[in-house]
C-alpha cells in the first residue's frame, strides 16, 4: 500500500504516472521508534483511502485513539471519519479471533486494512512462530476482503511496529527480518534534526520493487499539526537502507 501512504506524504497527490491498485501492491509495514508518527500517518491514510469512493476502511488497534492528528493530509470531513470502522482487539488472542472470524462478517469488505502496534501484540508471544502467524493471517484477511471487493480494486494491508533503540535485543532483530519477507514495502520514520519543541522526522519510503525509494520530512509541532515537506532529491545516499533487508533499521 505504497500508493496510498505515498499521496499522503505528498498531500494528496499521486507520484508518477499511473497508480498501482491495491490489488496489486504489496503489503507495507510502517516502522520508527517511540512517538514517531506512526498513528497519526496510520490515520492519514485511512483518511486518503476512505475518501477514494471504495469501500470502508478498518482500523484496528488495542487502545483507542487519545485526539485526533491535526492536519494528517486528507481533511478531517464527516463522511470520510464515518467509513473508518475502529475496533480494538485487547490482546493478541482477541486479534487473533477478530482476523479468524473476518470471513464470517457482513456489510462491505473494507479497502484497506490496518493495524497499529503490531508490537504490542507480538510482546505476548515474542517467539518467530508466532510472529509469522499473525503476519500471514493478516495478509490472509486482506487477500479474503480483497476477493469480497472484487477483481481490479483489492484491499490494501498497512501495519504499524514500533522498532527498537540501537542495540536492542537480537531475538527482536530476528523478529523484524521476518516481518519483512511478508511486507516487501516498508516505510521507516528516522529521527532528523529539529527546532524548539518541534519533532522532525525522515520518512523513506521503499515501494517493494514497485518504484524508487523517495523521501520526505514530517515535522510535528508542539500543537500536534503535521507538516510535510519532499526530501530534495539529490540528497537521497542510496546506501543508507542497505541494513533494512537484514531486519536492521537503516
Not at 493478541?92 to 473494507?110: D, V
Not at 476482503?145 to 480494486?153: A, D, N
Not at 514500533?162 to 529521527?191: D, I, K, M
Not at 515535522?219 to 503535521?226: A, R
Request: aromatic share 6%.
Amino acid at each position: 500500500m505504497a500508493e496510498t501512504l505515498r499521496r499522503v506524504l505528498n498531500l494528496g497527490s499521486a507520484a508518477g504516472p499511473g497508480k498501482n491498485t491495491a490489488e496489486a501492491e504489496p503489503p507495507l509495514l510502517l516502522l520508527g521508534g517511540p512517538g514517531s508518527g506512526k498513528t497519526a500517518l496510520l490515520f492519514a491514510a485511512a483518511l486518503e483511502a476512505a475518501g477514494e469512493g471504495r469501500g470502508p476502511v478498518l482500523f484496528l488497534t488495542r487502545r483507542p485513539l487519545q485526539s485526533l492528528p491535526r492536519r494528517t493530509g486528507p481533511a478531517l470531513e464527516p463522511l470520510r471519519l464515518q467509513k473508518i470502522r475502529f475496533q480494538y482487539p485487547p490482546s493478541t488472542r482477541e486479534l487473533l479471533r477478530l482476523l479468524c472470524s473476518a470471513h464470517e462478517a457482513r456489510g462491505p469488505a473494507p479497502s484497506l486494512l490496518l493495524l497499529d502496534g503490531l508490537e504490542e501484540y507480538l510482546v505476548e508471544d515474542p517467539g518467530s512462530q508466532e510472529a509469522a502467524y499473525l503476519a500471514a493471517l493478516l495478509l490472509d484477511t486482506a487477500v479474503h476482503f480483497s476477493h469480497r471487493v472484487g477483481p481490479g480494486r483489492g484491499c490494501g494491508l498497512i501495519v504499524a511496529l514500533q522498532t527498537q533503540e540501537e542495540g536492542g535485543a537480537s531475538g527482536n532483530a530476528l523478529q523484524l527480518a521476518l516481518l519483512q519477507r511478508y511486507f516487501p514495502a516498508q516505510c521507516w520514520l528516522q529521527p532528523d534534526a529539529a527546532g524548539p519543541g518541534q519533532c522532525c522526522l525522515r520518512a523513506s519510503l521503499e515501494p517493494g520493487g514497485l518504484g524508487p525509494r523517495e523521501e520526505w520530512w514530517v515535522t510535528f509541532q508542539p500543537d500536534g499539526e503535521m507538516t510535510i515537506t519532499r526530501w530534495p532529491t539529490q540528497l537521497v545516499d542510496t546506501s543508507l537502507h542497505k541494513g533494512s533487508s537484514s531486519g536492521g533499521q537503516p
